[in-house]
């Protein structure tokens, strides 16, 4: 019988955790401190970026389009920053928290600059974290949230905006644009026109990127999906290498070597690690 509080749930980046390194996946998606009962997250100056304008630009979607660019932007982001300065952002000095908090501001005023669709209406999937029943009878649930949906009238469709921070673009077989046409077909009852990555870094308008064939990608995604299941039922999410450098930062937590530094809006318990200082201290060119 469906259980949305027993299912197994997974989004694009468990999957890809899944994937890649499957113990690492376990430390982030399955395992909780037992003195919270928190599941855990390091704390990086480059997520924090992302997180920071992430925020100020999905609030966008929630206000009249005319309204959305009445006032300026960076000061919606030094609000925003708020949640993530210091430690608890992964912070260690105040030279890399500038850098990185400069580097946001950039990618702000951009937008600013050149806001395109983000001057059209907008959808809101009325959900805070969008799901639906990828197969009830194996009692798995496919979730993930989109970053904005401009709202085209014409055709009474959507088009999906996806917000990029990072300098690397994303890799053409990725199953993140296939699992967000799956849960706005889902979600909402608009039909799909065209998905775009925007990254902010480099362009000052988003890329439109071809849309799979979505029949053929939910039967990928239920495959991987049911792999992982498996491996949570055997308990089978071990290194495949053995150790290797994405699942060992997480293992120090495991083993009570980091530092805790609070918990973020997601309910985790964030930490950061020794090695990290050292990291800020020699430079970090983002």
Same mark, same amino acid.
């Given at each position: ?6 299912a197994?749930?997974? $989004?694009?980046?468990s #999957?890809?955790?899944?994937l890649?390194?499957p ?5 982030k998606n399955?395992w909780?401190?037992p003195?919270?009962?928190h599941?855990?997250q390091?704390s990086s ?7 920071a304008?992430h925020?100020v630009?999905? $609030?966008?979607s929630?206000?009249?389009?005319q309204?959305r660019?009445q006032e300026p ?8 920053w ?6 608890? %952002?992964g912070?260690f ?5 500038y850098r990185?908090?400069t ?7 951009k937008?600013?600059?050149? @806001?395109?669709?983000?001057?059209n209406?907008a ?5 805070? !974290? ?13 979730c ?5 949906l401009e709202?085209?009238k014409?055709?009474?469709s959507?088009n ?8 690397h ?5 990725s199953?993140?644009?296939p699992?967000y046409v !799956?849960?706005? &077909? ?8 065209g998905?775009?990555?925007?990254y902010?870094?480099?362009?000052d308008? @988003?890329v439109?990127?071809? #849309? @799979?064939?979505i029949?053929k990608?939910?039967?990928? #995604?239920?495959?991987?999906a049911?792999? #992982?299941?498996l491996a949570?039922? !055997?308990?089978?999410?071990k290194c495949?290498? &053995? %150790?290797?450098?994405h699942c ?7 083993k ?5 530094v609070?918990i973020n809006s997601?309910g985790?318990d964030?930490f ?5 200082a050292?990291? $800020?201290r020699?430079?970090v060119i983002?």
């Amino acid at each position: 019988m469906a259980d949305k509080f027993a299912a197994t749930w997974v $989004s694009h980046s468990s #999957i890809g955790d899944f994937l890649n390194w499957p113990r690492g996946y376990f430390l982030k998606n399955v395992w909780k401190r037992p003195e919270t009962g928190h599941k855990v997250q390091i704390s990086s100056p480059p997520a924090s970026l992302g997180l920071a304008v992430h925020d100020v630009l999905e $609030s966008l979607s929630i206000l009249p389009a005319q309204k959305r660019f009445q006032e300026p932007l960076v000061p919606k982001l030094e609000i925003a920053w708020e949640k993530y300065t210091g430690k608890l %952002g992964g912070f260690f000095d105040v030279e890399t928290e500038y850098r990185f908090k400069t580097k946001a501001e950039e990618m702000i005023r951009k937008v600013e600059k050149n @806001p395109g669709p983000l001057t059209n209406l907008a959808v809101k999937i009325e959900m805070n !974290l969008p799901y639906f029943w990828l197969s009830e009878e194996l009692n798995i649930i496919l979730c993930g949230k989109i970053d904005w949906l401009e709202y085209l009238k014409e055709t009474d469709s959507v088009n999906i905006i996806d917000f990029k921070t990072g300098k690397h673009e994303e890799s053409p077989d990725s199953l993140q644009l296939p699992i967000y046409v !799956l849960l706005v &077909n889902n979600c909402q009852k608009r039909k799909v026109e065209g998905a775009f990555y925007w990254y902010l870094d480099s362009s000052d308008k @988003p890329v439109q990127k071809t #849309i @799979p064939d979505i029949d053929k990608a939910q039967k990928q #995604i239920l495959k991987i999906a049911k792999d #992982i299941k498996l491996a949570r039922t !055997l308990n089978k999410l071990k290194c495949l290498f &053995n %150790g290797c450098p994405h699942c060992e930062p997480l293992e120090k937590i495991f083993k009570g070597e980091g530092e805790f530094v609070g918990i973020n809006s997601f309910g985790q318990d964030c930490f950061v690690l020794p090695q990290q200082a050292a990291e $800020s201290r020699e430079g970090v060119i983002v």
